[in-house]
């Protein structure tokens, strides 16, 4: 029987494990300092059945709003449920009305992602990434309930 996947909070000493299955902490240090931080300030939460699978950031980082800035999900776990059950898990910690996220206008697993979890587009930011315009999401506490 497949170890069930559990969602918690990372602790310091997950950071290895993160930095594993993200390709661009692998890489920068700053990535990896974001997510030092992150978890230093209990807004980053992990997926795990066995290894880490996935982790997601909860902070208010978008104009004081509740923000998801970063989702990530090791290769080889994607397509298997686990950024639903992050993002749901995520959403279970926002007590505020709104929530948003955002997702290049090229990512369009995240993009399916976010319609599939009823996200509403909610405006475009240009220039971040040259040619990929930053698609900006937002969903509302009434919908995360039911």
């Known amino acids: 029987m497949p170890t069930p996947l559990t969602i918690r909070a990372a602790q310091a ?4 494990a993160l930095v594993n299955i993200d390709p661009i902490a692998r890489g ?31 902070d208010r980082s978008f104009f004081q709003q509740r923000f998801i800035p970063l989702l990530m999900v090791a290769e ?7 950024a ?12 505020d009305d709104k929530l948003f ?7 369009a697993p995240m993009r399916r992602l976010l319609h599939k979890l009823s996200y509403r587009e909610s405006g475009r930011i240009d220039n971040l990434d040259d040619g990929d ?11 995360r309930a039911g």
């Open 28 to 58: 920068a240090l700053g990535r990896r300092q974001a997510l030092n931080h992150a978890i230093a300030a209990h807004s980053c939460w992990l997926a795990e059945a066995e290894e880490v699978l996935g982790y997601g950031i909860l």
């Open 101 to 107: 996220t955002s997702a290049n206008e090229s990512n």
């Open 76 to 82: 080889a776990a994607r397509n298997h449920g686990v």
């Open 13 to 16: 000493a997950d950071l290895p």
């Open 84 to 95: 639903s059950a992050l993002m749901l898990a995520l959403e279970a910690q926002c007590a």
């Open 133 to 143: 315009p930053e698609l900006v999401f937002m969903k509302r506490a009434a919908l």
